[in-house]
């Protein structure tokens, strides 16, 4: 089970003020609303800070959320599966 899950979405404008949340971190779950492309443009810049301030080890996960809008889904499966292939 987790020991802490962390957002640190909403303070990723902050000056590396969450740096501390990557240590010791053992995996991460990469999140993106299949209905809003703008958070799946934003897993590169999340990835990159992952690799920067995170273990080198460290394993990510991509989770496509909120599959319960297929309607207004603007992040293919293909494309999601192409990106995550391409880690």
Request: net charge negative; aromatic share 8%; charged share 25%.
């Amino acid at each position: 089970m987790f020991d802490m899950v962390d957002d640190i979405s909403c303070v990723s404008n902050m000056a590396c003020g969450h740096c501390s949340y990557y240590r010791g971190a053992v995996g991460a779950l990469v999140v993106y609303d299949i209905a809003k492309h703008l958070t799946f443009e934003n897993v590169e810049r999340w990835l990159r800070e992952l690799r920067d301030h995170a273990d080198a080890n460290i394993v990510v996960m991509l989770i496509g959320n909120k599959n319960d809008l297929k309607h207004l889904r603007a992040v293919s499966t293909d494309q999601a599966r192409s990106f995550a292939g391409q880690l």
